[in-house]
């Protein structure tokens, strides 16, 4: 078992203690639900994870993904909460026949520009619809599909949308 320190995030009952105390993974925040903010290591490049999950599945996969990143700034926040001033990946799930939540709509009609890359969650019982809300916010905003997962997603899942952030950052590294 790893220990990192978190910061609490910017909103939330505790918003006035932001350095925290180490906490263990999973890298859940019990009084506000959500995974805490982890702070940006010196010379990393802030990347937001805004997630919108409706059961569950999403958000602790978005807690997976950062505790596979220990090294990353990455931020969590549900879209609800987020206000990005960086740019962010987006975790979704896919509503009924291959919808996009309306949550996920609004929030990417305010912050869609700082969008670079979308994960999605679906149900393959649905066939040709399964992830579909990421395919169609990736085609509309002209970022790459990074994942579609099946439910909460496996560790397959964990590795490849890690991937595409540790790539994301090297790149900007070099810009």
């Given at each position: 078992?790893?220990?990192?320190?978190?910061a609490r995030p910017e909103n939330g009952p505790d918003a006035a203690d932001?350095?925290?105390?180490?906490?263990?993974?999973?890298?859940?925040?019990?009084?506000?639900?959500?995974?805490?903010?982890?702070?940006?290591?010196?010379?990393?490049?802030?990347?937001?994870?805004?997630?919108?999950?409706?059961?569950?599945?999403?958000?602790?996969?978005?807690?997976?993904?950062?505790?596979?990143?220990?090294?990353?700034?990455?931020?969590?926040?549900?879209?609800?909460?987020?206000?990005?001033?960086?740019?962010?990946?987006?975790?979704?799930?896919?509503?009924?026949?291959?919808?996009?939540?309306?949550?996920?709509?609004?929030?990417?009609?305010?912050?869609?520009?700082?969008?670079?890359?979308?994960?999605?969650?679906?149900?393959?019982?649905?066939?040709?619809?399964?992830?579909?809300?990421?395919?169609?916010?990736?085609?509309?905003?002209?970022?790459?599909?990074?994942?579609?997962?099946?439910?909460?997603?496996?560790?397959?899942?964990?590795?490849?949308?890690?991937?595409?952030?540790?790539?994301?950052?090297?790149?900007?590294?070099?810009?």
């Open positions: 078992v790893r220990q990192v320190t978190l932001r350095t925290g105390p180490s906490f263990i993974f999973p890298l859940l925040d019990p009084l506000v639900g959500f995974p805490f903010t982890r702070r940006a290591p010196a010379g990393g490049f802030p990347m937001l994870l805004a997630f919108d999950s409706l059961t569950g599945n999403v958000r602790r996969f978005v807690g997976s993904v950062q505790a596979a990143l220990p090294d990353c700034a990455l931020d969590a926040q549900p879209v609800q909460a987020a206000q990005p001033t960086e740019d962010f990946v987006l975790f979704t799930y896919t509503l009924g026949t291959g919808q996009v939540p309306a949550t996920t709509a609004r929030f990417l009609e305010q912050h869609g520009g700082r969008l670079r890359g979308v994960v999605s969650s679906g149900s393959f019982h649905w066939g040709d619809n399964f992830g579909r809300a990421g395919d169609l916010i990736a085609a509309r905003y002209g970022v790459p599909l990074i994942a579609n997962i099946n439910t909460g997603g496996t560790a397959q899942d964990r590795e490849t949308v890690a991937a595409w952030l540790r790539e994301w950052e090297e790149g900007q590294a070099q810009a």
